[in-house]
């Protein structure tokens, strides 16, 4: 197995509450980081007919078979069972009980609110981060890392990325959307999915995407909430404090893998992003991804934004922290540092109390530059570890 950040974070939740959760999109390790932290714990999955069919029919008995707790795989496969974990855990007081995995964000979200407040650490669990794989693929490409993204079994088997990108789109369709989220135009909301990868790093116009997909702009909002909330993509949205300045207030749109985009948008091998007008969007895309790994992975309480006014001025990334701006982050995908990256960085500053200003681009070398720290693509780690702190 290969160690992950959030490991320390999940074991730290379990001396805090009797439930710990672990939930993120489909295929991201959960269940992996489950029985590798609590390895002494016996492990049951929801997802098997038989299993699932004992915990409906007898709840209790099903939890009586684990006197010291138990993992609990695809729990929201059994909503009934979450009342009787309450009573449980409040009756016998231990911490660490029980852990709960969960791909489909909704049922599990939705036991827990209703039934465990209060009761249950959460952690949110994305694909890995390349400081977690980087020394496994030490001679590959910045163009062979954001092709392949980082999804677990892209690392576990031999299987070439656009073949395993399209079984997932494939299972994350027929099996998430249609039985439960009732999407029952898939042609429209595949399509859908294809637009906004098109338009990752970009700002969200809902309206303009609804008119492409032949949606209304009700349905556009809906579906973007169902790829957020599946942890495919995220809304990043604009920063509120405006330091006497007219903002947008349109949200920009990355998807949390940037192989996944680059697939979806059609990109089929690393050679077309080495020069291709895609290479731009899905470098910035494996950026904030990046940050949102760093900040989930170790229960930041940090937020990420991103800046821009009415004059187009813009700043990629923001690390906030309340109305205190920490780090300003640009990316570029260049393979050399060009002066013209450093002025927004250096107008933003200005106005924001001097944040640390940081600049990743595509090339290999970091310089202490006066007007930010430029970090090389391999040294995101270092990056991260400068903007929060």
């Known amino acids: 197995m290969i160690p992950r950040h959030a490991a320390p974070r999940l074991a730290e939740l379990a001396g805090y509450y009797p439930i710990v959760a672990i939930t993120g999109p489909r295929q991201s390790g959960k269940t992996t980081l489950a029985r590798a932290v609590f390895a002494g714990k016996p492990y ?7 299993v699932r069919a004992f915990a409906m029919g007898d709840p209790r008995g099903f939890l009586a078979q684990y006197p010291d707790g138990a993992i609990i795989d695809e729990a929201q496969r059994v909503p009934e069972l979450f009342s009787y974990l309450q009573t449980r855990v409040d009756g016998e007081r231990r ?65 070439p990325p656009h073949v395993w990108f399209a079984d997932y789109l494939a299972t994350y369709v027929e099996r998430d959307v249609r039985r439960l989220l009732q999407v029952r135009d898939l042609d429209a909301f595949h399509r859908f999915v294809l637009m906004c990868a098109a338009r990752t790093g970009q700002l969200l116009n809902l309206s303009a995407l609804a008119a492409d997909c032949g949606i209304t702009h009700n349905t556009a909002q809906a579906w973007i909430g169902v790829l957020e909330a599946s942890y495919l993509v ?47 969007p899905i470098f910035e895309t494996w950026v904030v991804s990046e940050f949102a790994k760093r900040r989930r992975n170790a229960l930041r309480g940090e937020e990420l934004y991103f800046w821009r006014d009415t004059a187009g001025h813009e700043i990629d990334l923001l690390v906030t922290r309340g109305e205190q ?29 001097n944040p640390r200003r940081l600049l990743v681009y595509g090339g290999e070398s970091g310089q202490p530059r006066t007007e930010a720290t430029v970090f090389g693509w391999r ?10 702190g």
């Not at 609110?113 to 952690?123: K, M, N, P, Y």
Request: charged share 20%.
């Open 379 to 388: 040294t995101i780690g270092q990056a991260l570890d400068f903007a929060f």
């Open 44 to 50: 049951s999955s929801l997802e098997d007919p038989d």
């Open 325 to 353: 701006v920490l780090a300003a982050v640009e990316c570029k995908s260049g393979r050399t540092v060009a002066e013209d990256w450093f002025p927004p960085l250096a107008r933003f500053s200005a106005l924001a109390d």
């Open 234 to 280: 995220l809304r990043l949205a604009p920063f509120h404090r405006n330091f006497g300045k007219r903002l947008t207030k349109t949200p920009k749109l990355y998807f949390l893998d940037a192989g996944f985009a680059a697939w979806l948008a059609g990109v089929r091998g690393a050679d077309e992003l080495a020069t291709g007008n895609l290479r731009g």
């Open 95 to 159: 911490m660490g009980l029980f852990v709960l995995t969960g791909s489909q964000q909704f049922g599990l979200m939705e036991g827990i609110s209703q039934s465990l407040a209060g009761r249950v650490g959460l952690l949110h669990l994305l694909p890995f981060a390349y400081d977690e794989v980087g020394a496994t693929r030490p001679n590959d490409s910045l163009e062979d890392w954001l092709w392949r993204g980082f999804y677990p079994p892209l690392f576990d088997r031999n299987i």
